[in-house]
């Protein structure tokens, strides 16, 4: 779905509106009994519903604001710089920005080459190890909590996702306000709050990450079948939301 074709119904409002207030309800929770706190912003759709959300609970309740970051793992799309530039405009926020390690991609890079993640899913996670994983461990290391702006329904790989959970591989407890939340309520919210977004989402780009795995997909196409087109639905993680295992 591009932000052009969704129709705005009165049950889409209700329905938004209801799920509004609960996301809201439980930001105030996380603040009061989880603090410090940290939105991890990827800049997608759903996450700038939270950013939304979260820099007006800010500017109500600044004794116990939640934090906001993002990961620039050095090949994001053009757009997505944008967005961060137009969310400091819009909100007069600067985002809290993290880094890969250089000496890090220098040597994943040197040994695998620059496009490495297109010839193996080992590789491939590799790379987002490096550009993404190790960033967050760093964003999240003094943390007591984490809010991520994932959703049941966008990948079989979410489809048992919880509001709540405990993150095993980084020891803290992880939040998903927007867990039920549908493609069609994210874009009723944005709509209706004026909520910046993605360029890339009104060319048909529903899920977007790095520019080199990205892709624009087809309509009637799965929302993650831009992301790591190459591999199939169920290795469709970069490692950020994996659980821990034994």
Same mark, same amino acid.
């Given at each position: 779905m591009t932000p052009s074709l969704l129709k705005i119904t009165p049950e889409l409002t209700a329905s938004v509106a209801a799920k509004t207030a609960a996301a809201q309800a439980l930001l105030a929770d996380i603040a009061g009994n989880w603090a410090p706190a940290a939105f991890a912003n990827s800049l997608g759709a759903e996450d700038m519903v939270l950013t939304d959300l979260i820099a007006k609970f800010n500017a109500n309740s600044p004794a116990h604001p939640i934090e906001i970051f993002s990961l620039d793992t050095g090949r994001l799309p053009l757009e997505t710089y944008d967005l961060m530039a137009a969310v400091q405009a819009h909100y007069g926020l600067k985002l809290k920005i993290y880094f890969p390690q250089a000496?890090?991609?220098?040597?994943?890079?040197?040994?695998?080459?620059?496009?490495?993640?297109?010839?193996?899913?080992?590789?491939? =996670?590799?790379?987002?190890?490096?550009?993404?994983?190790?960033? !967050?461990?760093?964003? !999240?290391?003094? =943390?007591?909590?984490?809010?991520?702006?994932?959703?049941?329904?966008?990948?079989?790989?979410?489809?048992?996702?919880?509001?709540?959970?405990?993150?095993?591989?980084?020891?803290?407890?992880?939040?998903?306000?927007?867990?039920?939340?549908?493609?069609?309520?994210?874009?009723?919210?944005?709509?209706?709050?004026?909520?910046?977004?993605?360029?890339?989402?009104?060319?048909?780009?529903?899920?977007?990450?790095?520019?080199?795995?990205?892709?624009?997909?087809?309509?009637?196409?799965?929302?993650?079948?831009?992301?790591?087109?190459?591999?199939?639905?169920?290795?469709?993680?970069?490692?950020?939301?994996?659980?821990?295992?034994?």
């Open positions: 000496s890090t991609v220098e040597d994943y890079v040197r040994a695998n080459g620059i496009n490495a993640f297109y010839e193996s899913i080992e590789l491939r =996670k590799g790379c987002c190890y490096v550009r993404k994983v190790e960033p !967050l461990k760093r964003a !999240l290391a003094d =943390k007591k909590a984490w809010i991520t702006g994932m959703r049941a329904e966008q990948a079989a790989t979410r489809g048992n996702l919880a509001t709540r959970e405990y993150d095993e591989g980084n020891g803290l407890e992880k939040f998903n306000p927007l867990a039920d939340w549908s493609e069609k309520e994210v874009w009723t919210y944005i709509k209706q709050n004026a909520v910046p977004y993605n360029a890339l989402h009104d060319k048909f780009y529903p899920s977007i990450g790095c520019a080199p795995c990205t892709r624009a997909i087809s309509l009637g196409e799965d929302i993650r079948s831009g992301r790591w087109w190459w591999e199939s639905a169920d290795t469709k993680e970069c490692g950020l939301h994996l659980k821990a295992t034994s």
